[in-house]
């Protein structure tokens, strides 16, 4: 099991961040008009996740609103940040924040996209959401970047996860 940090606590992680070369593994989300989104809606596509606690947190706004800058000019990609918030929240922060260029998923139905991705928190304050991490897949979902953020209150490497893209 995997490691990060809450303000400097350790904080133990269900499963495994999927490895670069990996096939990433399918997953169903749920999006801000309640539909189900699987991998397979995003098709062809390079794929950003943005893995985030809660979009109701300052780091996790911030994060959310730069990679939707970073990706305003790209056809070839989507950008997904994925949380536990419920869909309804989702949509009010991307309308009051102004942001269009991310796609807002949810845990909301279950948590299988955070065991498989391996950033389940399973113990502390935080159980039961998802860690901060950022992981790229190319057009055929292979995984090429993951960053596990090492302190769940510190941004992850934009320049890093934005090369990768």
Do not use: W
Not at 16 to 35: C, M, R
Not at 53 to 64: F, G, K, M
Not at 96 to 119: C, T
């Amino acid at each position: 099991m995997a490691q990060t940090a809450l303000q400097g606590s350790p904080v133990t992680l269900t499963g495994t961040l999927p490895a670069v070369g990996q096939q990433a593994p399918d997953f169903t989300l749920v999006d801000k008009d309640l539909n189900d989104r699987t991998l397979a809606d995003f098709a062809g596509k390079k794929k950003l996740l943005n893995i985030v606690p809660s979009l109701d947190t300052p780091v996790c706004a911030l994060s959310t609103q730069r990679f939707n800058a970073a990706m305003a000019e790209r056809d070839d990609a989507v950008a997904l940040v994925i949380s536990a918030d419920l869909p309804f929240a989702m949509g009010r922060f991307c309308g009051a924040e102004g942001i269009d260029n991310v796609i807002p998923l949810s845990l909301m139905r279950s948590q299988a996209f955070a065991r498989d991705y391996g950033v389940l928190i399973a113990d502390g304050p935080l159980a039961g959401i998802c860690a901060r991490a950022v992981v790229v897949l190319d057009a055929a979902d292979r995984v090429v970047h993951c960053q596990l953020v090492p302190e769940i209150t510190e941004e992850p490497d934009y320049a890093a996860a934005l090369a990768a893209l």
